[in-house]
């Protein structure tokens, strides 16, 4: 099966969170004592590219590069980001654009994509001197794909693997006869989601902070275990989620995020909750799972490193008994969440999200508004709203358990 010892990164370390929207989440620890990187440039050209960071201090580093799309990944301890706004955009010369962030517990991770194939010539950290931070500096050069693929499988596998779920103890094992219910904020860490149009809000906060929330209702009814992929500003990938809920015998799965278009995309609102299909419902449907889908390309996580037991996960395995049931959790929400939210038009949706795709895991995708559209993103930073949303989730919950018990297929 190939599961390897594997930790999620549920403690509470070090958190990045900007902004408002996770200060809760925040309270527990701040970042006091990590590297801080407080600058990065990109100079040079096409010939020659070099990625300079400067550092507080002097840190190791690990680089290595990923094919398809072509990227160059950096992997340090834990440090604290506190560069300009929007670095990382706009690149220069081989590098098209970066982004950076925390990866798992301990550790930060920066990619860069890159217009093509390159060689990473020189990767080192300079101490610091009298005038000058520590400096980390990357220096590329064009490569052909061969060299790139012959160096991409010599060299990709991160120094240190990236966060996985663990094998905790079934409910069953720790004597709690409640069903287990998993939240899932989507993103996290160096994948922010998609962002308001004026870039203010990030997904990964909104909806980390919407599920903390929803967690604490579900958990005063008493009625169900809620665990969740991530409770902090933590980059968990696609695959480990599943495999998270899977190990917990989860019962339901809620994966929650908030939308957006592209310019010109047309003004679509409201919430939309989604249910696994190979056959995306609409072409919105299906761009949007790509969107999603994108996490683990975000990350620089490297696709192939994945166990079979996950990648051999075939949606038309997916058991039909788990479609009816994700269906009428979805079906449940729809109904509740109109009486505290806009909806989407077509509010029911299917396509294939990777993070649906436990196949005996009822699961749900919930894009609670489009950070596109201003109207959603002003109820979303709305306490009164996310309150309501909130009890109408719980109630769907609370309805969908009802049902599935009455009809005596609880498990
Ligand atoms: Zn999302």
Same mark, same amino acid.
């Given at each position: 099966?190939?599961l390897?010892?594997? *930790?999620?990164?549920? =403690?509470?370390? #070090?958190?990045?969170?900007? #902004?408002?929207?996770?200060?809760? !989440?925040?309270?527990a620890?701040?970042?006091?004592? &990590?590297p ?11 010939? @020659?590219?070099r ?12 680089? %290595?590069?990923?094919?398809?799309? &072509?990227?160059?990944?950096i ?5 604290? %980001? @506190?560069?300009?706004d929007?670095?990382? /955009? ?9 982004r950076?962030g ?13 217009? =093509? ?11 610091p ?5 520590? *400096?980390?500096?990357l ?10 693929? *012959? !160096? +991409?499988?010599?060299?990709s596998r ?13 409910? +069953?094992?720790? #004597? ?42 579900l ?11 991530? @409770?902090?500003?933590? %980059? ?14 989860? @019962?339901?799965?809620i ?6 278009? !592209? ?18 419902? $609409? ?8 969107? /999603?889908?994108?996490? $683990? ?8 490193? /994945? ?43 299917? +396509? #294939? ?15 609670? =508004? &489009? ?22 989730i ?9 049902? *599935?018990? +009455? ?5």
């Amino acid at each position: 099966m190939g599961l390897r010892a594997r *930790r999620i990164a549920l =403690g509470v370390l #070090g958190l990045i969170c900007a #902004g408002t929207l996770c200060a809760r !989440a925040q309270t527990a620890a701040q970042p006091a004592d &990590y590297p801080v990187a407080s600058d990065a440039r990109v100079g040079g050209d096409a010939k @020659q590219t070099r990625f300079v960071v400067d550092l507080s201090q002097k840190v190791e580093i690990h680089a %290595f590069t990923l094919p398809d799309p &072509y990227r160059v990944v950096i992997d340090l301890p834990q440090v604290t %980001f @506190q560069f300009p706004d929007r670095a990382g /955009e706009r690149g220069r010369g081989l590098i098209k654009a970066f982004r950076y962030g925390l990866v798992m517990a301990g550790g930060s991770r920066i990619v860069l994509d890159v217009t =093509g194939p390159v060689r990473v010539d020189k990767s080192f950290v300079l101490e610091p001197s009298d005038s000058q931070p520590a *400096r980390l500096v990357l220096e590329l050069a064009p490569a052909s794909r061969e060299a790139f693929m *012959r !160096a +991409a499988t010599v060299d990709s596998r991160p120094a240190r693997p990236p966060a996985r779920a663990s094998e905790p103890a079934s409910p +069953a094992a720790s #004597g709690d006869p409640r069903p287990v219910i998993v939240l899932d904020p989507g993103h996290g860490g160096i994948d922010s989601g998609t962002r308001a149009r004026d870039g203010s809000e990030a997904e990964k906060n909104l909806v980390l902070d919407f599920s903390l929330m929803l967690r604490d209702k579900l958990d005063k009814t008493g009625k169900y275990k809620v665990v969740m992929t991530r @409770q902090d500003d933590t %980059f968990v990938p696609l695959a480990d989620r599943v495999r998270f809920a899977r190990s917990r015998n989860a @019962q339901l799965f809620i994966s929650i995020h908030c939308d957006a278009l !592209a310019r010109g995309d047309g003004d679509a609102q409201g919430a939309t909750v989604y249910t696994l299909s190979d056959h995306a419902s $609409d072409a919105e449907a299906a761009k949007l799972a790509d969107a /999603e889908n994108r996490a $683990d390309v975000i990350s620089g996580v490297d696709l192939s490193v /994945e166990p079979d037991d996950i990648a051999g996960i075939l949606i038309d395995l997916a058991q039909r008994e788990t479609r009816t049931f994700s269906l009428q959790m979805a079906q449940h929400v729809v109904n509740q969440l109109k009486t505290a939210a806009r909806m989407h038009k077509h509010p029911l949706k299917s +396509a #294939g999200f990777r993070v649906l795709k436990a196949p005996d895991v009822p699961s749900v995708l919930i894009e609670l =508004g &489009y950070v596109s559209s201003r109207k959603d993103l002003k109820q979303l930073m709305s306490e009164a709203w996310r309150t309501h949303a909130g009890d109408a989730i719980v109630k769907a919950v609370d309805g969908y358990f009802t049902t *599935r018990l +009455a009809g005596g297929t609880g498990r």
